[in-house]
């Protein structure tokens, strides 16, 4: 038996959202597409109707294609806005930057990141502005893209305002911003606003829509507002090998989750089991919530000892995120007893 896998009664830990399974909308909506024979590569009216879905969601003529991961969302938005010599402005501690392995300046010759460390994982527009402007001319790369992320890698979310003010500085600078929505969802549902107030209306140009951290099989977003992005880019996904042949498997997805909300449900639901788990983290000895919980992530301050015992008894969290602590991370099935479990063993087992 392998190592990793829990102990029977503990049925969901809290190691990331996308170790929980598939949501049951997304499941019928496959099977409905399954009973379909139709075109392959996106010429089916099943990606013709969920392309439809984003543009109601959205309120606006936005281009949208699916791809199977965020990685390959980010790189092609990266790729298809910049020129060899480009760099791309991001937080330190982004996806962008630790989680893709080079990815975007492997999908973009040449191009390289630009990372900022500030508080929350939350870049600044006055830092943007700064490393937009201390470059050496032609001797430098040039700043093309801003890449933030929405939710950020420390579970806190950007209100319009401050999306508003960096999209500022970044199209002042002659640079296109892009958001990582591995998490939007959660972002969305934490905000309780439209997703076109937090996008293209606070200037987003271009936005990774994550599906598989929300209870989907395997398939994001990419969702182009600005219309300088939309050039061969099918073609892009062709030429990386992101390009489905039964595409209508990924539409379905969409279709499942967008037609009745379930998208935003879903992550709702994420968001309350973190909060549930937030309010409780102060009855465990010696451990203390460290960033504002706004989305579906909370990061906890264990006494080392403590953590190893959790692991040992076969909890799963990550401790490598940011700047440290234990990443708790909750996902659309996360139920309120696994909450009250993982609190109930903490609590045990930091005794001394
Ligand atoms: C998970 C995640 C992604 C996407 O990762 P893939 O494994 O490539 O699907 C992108 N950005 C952030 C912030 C993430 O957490």
Redesign the pocket.
């Known amino acids: 038996m392998s190592a990793s896998l829990p102990p029977a009664d503990i049925r969901r830990h809290f190691g990331s959202d996308?170790y929980a399974g598939v949501c049951p909308e997304v499941w019928e909506a496959l099977h409905a597409a399954d009973a379909d024979h139709v075109p392959g590569y996106g010429d089916d009216p099943h990606t013709a109707r969920a392309q439809g879905l984003f543009r109601e969601l959205f309120e606006t003529d936005c281009e949208v294609h699916f791809v199977f991961?965020?990685?390959?969302a980010?790189s092609l938005v990266i790729a298809a806005a910049c020129e060899p010599f480009h760099a791309v402005i991001c937080h330190a501690f982004?996806?962008v930057e630790t989680?893709?392995s080079n990815a975007p300046g492997f999908f973009a010759h040449g191009v390289r990141t630009l990372p900022i460390d500030s508080p929350f994982a939350k870049l600044l527009p006055a830092d943007v502005d700064r490393v937009c402007r201390n470059r050496r001319d032609i001797h430098a790369s040039a700043p093309r893209v801003v890449s933030l992320?929405q939710a950020t890698?420390l579970g806190t979310v950007y209100r319009p305002g401050e999306i508003r003010a960096l999209a500022e500085v970044a199209h002042a600078g002659g640079m296109l911003l892009h958001m990582?929505g591995?998490?939007f969802a959660n972002a969305v549902a934490s905000l309780d606003l439209s997703p076109a107030d937090v996008t293209w209306r606070a200037g987003v140009d271009a936005l990774?829509f994550?599906g598989?951290?929300n209870g989907m099989l395997g398939t994001?977003a990419v969702v182009l507002f600005n219309p300088e992005l939309r050039r061969a880019f099918k073609r892009r996904c062709k030429q990386s090998g992101q390009l489905a042949s039964k595409m209508r498997f990924q539409a379905a997805q969409w279709i499942g989750m967008l037609s009745g909300g379930a998208w935003l449900a879903r992550a709702r639901h994420a968001n309350s089991m973190a909060a549930h788990l937030a309010s409780r983290i102060p009855e465990i000895p010696g451990a203390r919530v460290l960033y504002p919980r706004e989305a579906n992530a909370v990061f906890v301050d264990l006494p080392a000892a403590l953590a190893e015992r959790l692991w040992s008894r076969g909890w799963r969290f990550y401790n490598d995120v940011g700047p440290g602590g234990a990443r708790l991370m909750c996902a659309w099935n996360t139920s309120r007893s696994d909450v009250d479990q993982f609190v109930s063993d903490a609590t045990l087992l930091a005794a001394p």
């Open positions: 996308n991961n965020g990685t390959a980010n982004s996806h989680d893709e992320t890698e990582d591995a998490r990774s994550g598989t951290k994001e």
